[in-house]
């Protein structure tokens, strides 16, 4: 059984960078054909794609968030992380780590299109 796990501040100032690890058990994040995925959800809004990050450690980012995000992965800790620069109140989220195979859905906020999820972790911006 794979397991996500969000870990991160619950807190962050405006314009600092959200830094947030995805530790994955019970399979292996360079498996083929894996998509490990960041997705949030602002209050009172829907889920956003931000990015992801493959089985090879190729990355792909949501336009929208590309010039303020980076995903990186430690193939021996078995996690990937994103960083968020400059962040303000409107990064106030709950944040979600995924995993889905192949590339198909890559983008995707259908949770059905993902195999595995972690939990979540709330993610404050204010000062």
């Known amino acids: 059984q794979v397991q996500l796990q969000e870990s991160g501040p619950g807190l962050v100032k405006p314009s600092q960078t959200l830094s947030l690890t995805c530790t994955v058990s019970g399979g292996s994040i360079a498996t083929r054909s894996s998509y490990w995925s960041w997705i949030r959800r602002p209050p009172g809004k829907g889920l956003e794609w931000m990015g992801a990050?493959?089985?090879?450690?190729?990355?792909h980012y949501s336009p929208s968030l590309k010039s303020r995000s980076s995903i990186s992965r430690d193939t021996s800790k078995n996690q990937f992380t994103l960083q968020l620069r400059s962040v303000t109140p409107e990064d106030t989220a709950v944040y979600y780590c995924?995993?889905?195979?192949?590339?198909?859905?890559?983008?995707?906020?259908?949770?059905?299109?993902?195999?595995?999820w972690g939990q979540g972790t709330q993610v404050t911006v204010s000062s």
């Open positions: 990050i493959s089985f090879t450690g190729s990355t």
């Open positions: 995924a995993r889905m195979f192949g590339s198909d859905g890559l983008g995707s906020t259908n949770r059905l299109d993902y195999g595995y």
